[in-house]
Nanobody, 118 residues
Framework: VQLQASGGGLVQAGGSLILSCVAS????????MRWYRQAPGKQRELVAS???????TVADSLKGRFTIPRGNVANTLDLRMSSLSPEDTAVYYC?????????????WGQGTQVTVSS
């Protein structure tokens, strides 16, 4: 199973971006999809997730600014980020865990850079 992340870029403080992650390949059942981010010199942190039954969560520190839009297409996790600040600058990684029917998988996307200028 491969993950394709897109939507990163350079944005001014206060701006918005939407990241998208699409899982392709033999996905029989998706347990969870997640967005993580890793800023320079910092540990990777969980940003948001959606489970196979559609339950979404966003990190407490990001609630109100980061949201998961309703109506995500199957095997896709979009992340809407607003009121961005330079502290949001990081590489954002998509992760998905599930089953192909034959075996479980835990896949990572290539990462997409988000840079917020002050």
């Amino acid at each position: 199973v491969q993950l394709q992340a897109s939507g990163g870029g350079l944005v001014q403080a206060g701006g918005s971006l939407i990241l998208s992650c699409v899982a392709s390949g033999p996905v029989y059942k998706l347990y969870v999809m997640r967005w993580y981010r890793q800023a320079p010199g910092k540990q990777r942190e969980l940003v948001a997730s959606i489970t196979g039954d559609g339950t979404t969560t966003v990190a407490d520190s990001l609630k109100g600014r980061f949201t998961i839009p309703r109506g995500n297409v199957a095997n896709t996790l979009d992340l809407r980020m607003s009121s961005l600040s330079p502290e949001d600058t990081a590489v954002y990684y998509c992760n998905a865990a599930g089953s192909t029917g034959d075996s479980d998988f835990n896949s990572w996307g290539q990462g997409t850079q988000v840079t917020v200028s002050s």
